[in-house]
């Protein structure tokens, strides 16, 4: 009796366990498939790509080629990487030196300046693309990569925020110790509190990649020439440009994805981190 | 010990000094420190927002100097009928869109909170299209859902069932939208992950010791423990939702039409395509006012139903 009921339960256990897997599996090819689909796309003939079929030989690597001279490939990869990387350095810097201030100084408008930067962390990206344009024609700055990369050397609100409950973590002891030692505030930052969050600014160079390396709405608004466009940009204007071609069209997609996807492999623990940090734990 | 005591006297001798206590020349150093995010505030932020609720009383093509309407703008807006058309079609992404990535997410997040082998590598799965680009991952779509060629409306007619048009049929269009979003849930599905894992594993232990079933389990323990993930995915939901464009901008094309476009692309319209930069202005505080009060409805109305554990 005993021994028909273990089996019963065990039979239980292993009949979910199969139904959990094929619903898995299932979720996963509405994940993985439309990029599976794009990339046995990009590899088609154009004259064989209405037929569906995963895998045709033989592989017209040349849609590749294709794609990247139809659009001015690496003059739009270099802008991108302008964009990219100047908005991570100004964001590691001065977010986490404003961070620091907020953090570790104290000063009597710090209370009211600090919901000052809550209260920016509320206002919706959207509303702030008429005005910010605005203010970018007033400057001249239209059609120059300056309002898609300048913003970032004066730190953002959301980045301030995060690295000051970091540094808040770190013991106070440590800034005393330091400045015994007769180290000066910015040492004090620079020495000893950027090297000891070194896991958020990596949290934050990746996210950072990945939304401007993404952003699509900023370009449009603020580029107009294609030889200022970034490759988000290219791509939208690609299909505009000529009757679909969907194979090059796919192949330029897929190029696109690589650098998202490979620091995505790369950087998945710093992905899991950052959920834990957004304050929704803790 | 007694260098550093030392120190500090010196410390102090030379800001008396210089007549400044430690006190005021540490909070001078605080504002040297935060000066660029001032400085940043001040000039994007605060100057764009002042000058595009000036603008938003005017009539401006942003060439010719802006003249002064009042509230025409406004008025016009109430007229205007593609302005509540897309009002409409944002709502509809949102009333639509959220809840289902709200419900599907959890059940994604469950499924993949069992402690079975693989299961990190369908987390992965599961969250890699949040990370891929919006331009790029909106014409993968556009060709999935192609009504003659697309491998979506294939399968459908091999399970026997005619495909609809998607994009190109005005009563589905709204729905491939929606379907495309939710190719973005590995997001939620963390978040409440996040949630999951953060419950006590001893209150589904005492509840089966009490004879509790499954169902009890979630409905008594899971659901009210995750509410205050359900209720950020809610308020983020909500908030990105209302700002839709990009996906509706690449997969519509110059094809947006009354039943697609949503208001930030009306807005968007209204700035790049007409040059009139007063108006679109106006649209910004509209949609700002609607973003600012459906949230703090929501931060009400938590009060009724998101459950925070009192000793935290």
Same mark, same amino acid.
């Given at each position: 009796?005993?021994?028909?009921?273990?089996?019963?339960?065990?039979?239980?256990?292993?009949?979910?366990?199969?139904?959990?897997?094929?619903?898995?599996?299932?979720?996963?090819?509405?994940?993985?498939?439309?990029?599976?689909?794009?990339?046995?796309?990009?590899?088609?003939?154009?004259?064989?790509?209405?037929?569906?079929?995963?895998?045709?030989?033989?592989?017209?690597?040349?849609?590749?080629?294709?794609?990247?001279?139809?659009?001015?490939?690496?003059?739009?990869?270099?802008?991108?990487?302008?964009?990219?990387?100047?908005?991570?350095?100004?964001?590691?810097?001065?977010?986490?030196?404003?961070?620091?201030?907020?953090?570790?100084?104290?000063?009597?408008?710090?209370?009211?300046?600090?919901?000052?930067?809550?209260?920016?962390?509320?206002?919706?990206?959207?509303?702030?693309?008429?005005?910010?344009?605005?203010?970018?024609?007033?400057?001249?700055?239209?059609?120059?990569?300056?309002?898609?990369?300048?913003?970032?050397?004066?730190?953002?609100?959301?980045?301030?925020?995060?690295?000051?409950?970091?540094?808040?973590?770190?013991?106070?002891?440590?800034?005393?110790?330091?400045?015994?030692?007769?180290?000066?505030?910015?040492?004090?930052?620079?020495?000893?509190?950027?090297?000891?969050?070194?896991?958020?600014?990596?949290?934050?160079?990746?996210?950072?990649?990945?939304?401007?390396?993404?952003?699509?709405?900023?370009?449009?608004?603020?580029?107009?020439?294609?030889?200022?466009?970034?490759?988000?940009?290219?791509?939208?204007?690609?299909?505009?440009?000529?009757?679909?071609?969907?194979?090059?069209?796919?192949?330029?997609?897929?190029?696109?994805?690589?650098?998202?996807?490979?620091?995505?492999?790369?950087?998945?623990?710093?992905?899991?981190?950052?959920?834990?940090?957004?304050?929704?734990?803790? | 010990?007694?260098?550093?005591?030392?120190?500090?006297?010196?410390?102090?001798?030379?800001?008396?000094?210089?007549?400044?206590?430690?006190?005021?020349?540490?909070?001078?150093?605080?504002?040297?420190?935060?000066?660029?995010?001032?400085?940043?505030?001040?000039?994007?932020?605060?100057?764009?927002?002042?000058?595009?609720?000036?603008?938003?009383?005017?009539?401006?093509?942003?060439?010719?100097?802006?003249?002064?309407?009042?509230?025409?703008?406004?008025?016009?807006?109430?007229?205007?009928?593609?302005?509540?058309?897309?009002?409409?079609?944002?709502?509809?992404?949102?009333?639509?869109?959220?809840?289902?990535?709200?419900?599907?997410? /959890?059940?994604?997040?469950?499924?993949?909170?069992?402690?079975?082998?693989?299961?990190?590598?369908?987390?992965?799965?599961?969250?890699?299209?949040?990370?891929?680009?919006?331009?790029?991952?909106?014409?993968?779509?556009?060709?999935?859902?192609?009504?003659?060629?697309?491998?979506?409306?294939?399968?459908?007619?091999? /399970?026997?069932?005619?495909?609809?048009?998607?994009?190109?049929?005005?009563?589905?269009?709204?729905?491939?939208?929606?379907?495309?979003?939710?190719?973005?849930?590995?997001?939620?599905?963390?978040?409440?992950?996040?949630?999951?894992?953060?419950?006590?594993?001893?209150?589904?232990?005492?509840?089966?010791?009490?004879?509790?079933?499954?169902?009890?389990?979630?409905?008594?323990?899971?659901?009210?423990?995750?509410?205050?993930?359900?209720?950020?995915?809610?308020?983020?939901?909500?908030?990105?939702?209302?700002?839709?464009?990009?996906?509706?901008?690449?997969?519509?094309?110059?094809?947006?039409?009354?039943?697609?476009?949503?208001?930030?692309?009306?807005?968007?319209?209204?700035?790049?395509?007409?040059?009139?930069?007063?108006?679109?202005?106006?649209?910004?505080?509209?949609?700002?006012?609607?973003?600012?009060?459906?949230?703090?409805?929501?931060?009400?109305?938590?009060?009724?139903?998101?459950?925070?554990?009192?000793?935290?």
């Amino acid at each position: 009796m005993k021994q028909s009921l273990q089996r019963m339960a065990r039979d239980i256990r292993i009949s979910k366990k199969v139904l959990s897997y094929f619903v898995l599996i299932l979720l996963a090819f509405f994940f993985l498939g439309p990029l599976l689909w794009m990339f046995s796309t990009s590899l088609k003939d154009r004259t064989s790509l209405f037929n569906i079929e995963w895998f045709s030989l033989p592989w017209h690597w040349e849609n590749y080629t294709y794609a990247l001279t139809m659009i001015p490939f690496w003059n739009q990869l270099k802008n991108t990487l302008i964009v990219v990387v100047l908005n991570i350095i100004g964001q590691l810097l001065v977010s986490s030196l404003v961070a620091y201030g907020f953090a570790r100084l104290e000063s009597p408008v710090k209370k009211p300046m600090f919901i000052l930067v809550l209260a920016t962390m509320m206002i919706p990206s959207a509303t702030m693309v008429i005005p910010s344009y605005i203010l970018f024609k007033h400057l001249g700055w239209i059609d120059t990569l300056l309002p898609l990369t300048v913003p970032a050397f004066f730190g953002h609100a959301y980045n301030i925020f995060l690295l000051k409950i970091f540094y808040q973590k770190i013991p106070f002891e440590y800034d005393e110790a330091a400045r015994l030692d007769g180290a000066g505030y910015l040492r004090i930052w620079w020495q000893l509190l950027l090297p000891l969050t070194k896991p958020v600014l990596a949290t934050i160079a990746v996210f950072t990649f990945q939304n401007n390396w993404n952003d699509f709405f900023g370009p449009l608004i603020y580029l107009q020439s294609v030889e200022n466009f970034t490759l988000q940009l290219g791509l939208a204007s690609f299909s505009g440009m000529y009757r679909v071609d969907w194979t090059s069209l796919m192949a330029a997609a897929t190029v696109i994805m690589i650098p998202c996807a490979f620091v995505f492999v790369v950087a998945q623990k710093y992905f899991a981190q950052s959920l834990s940090i957004t304050g929704l734990k803790e | 010990m007694k260098m550093g005591l030392e120190k500090i006297g010196l410390e102090l001798a030379t800001s008396t000094h210089k007549g400044l206590s430690q006190k005021q020349r540490e909070s001078m150093f605080f504002l040297i420190i935060v000066s660029p995010w001032i400085l940043g505030f001040l000039l994007f932020t605060l100057f764009p927002i002042v000058s595009s609720l000036l603008a938003s009383f005017t009539s401006w093509d942003i060439i010719t100097p802006p003249e002064f309407i009042g509230v025409g703008n406004y008025i016009q807006m109430i007229k205007d009928s593609q302005v509540w058309q897309s009002l409409m079609n944002t709502l509809y992404y949102t009333a639509i869109g959220v809840p289902a990535t709200i419900i599907f997410g /959890l059940f994604i997040a469950i499924l993949v909170s069992q402690r079975i082998k693989g299961i990190y590598m369908f987390r992965s799965f599961y969250y890699l299209p949040c990370v891929l680009s919006g331009v790029a991952t909106a014409f993968v779509w556009k060709w999935l859902l192609h009504p003659m060629f697309g491998p979506v409306n294939y399968y459908l007619f091999l /399970l026997g069932v005619d495909g609809p048009g998607w994009l190109a049929d005005p009563l589905w269009s709204k729905r491939s939208i929606v379907l495309y979003r939710m190719w973005f849930i590995g997001g939620t599905m963390m978040i409440f992950l996040a949630g999951l894992n953060a419950i006590p594993r001893e209150y589904y232990e005492a509840a089966e010791i009490d004879g509790a079933s499954k169902k009890q389990c979630f409905w008594r323990i899971t659901l009210p423990l995750l509410t205050p993930s359900i209720f950020f995915c809610l308020i983020t939901g909500i908030i990105a939702s209302l700002q839709i464009f990009g996906e509706v901008y690449i997969m519509m094309g110059s094809s947006a039409d009354e039943y697609t476009r949503p208001f930030l692309h009306y807005l968007w319209m209204q700035a790049f395509t007409f040059q009139r930069m007063g108006y679109a202005s106006a649209l910004t505080w509209v949609l700002f006012i609607i973003i600012f009060v459906v949230t703090l409805i929501q931060l009400i109305m938590q009060k009724r139903w998101v459950y925070y554990e009192v000793d935290k």
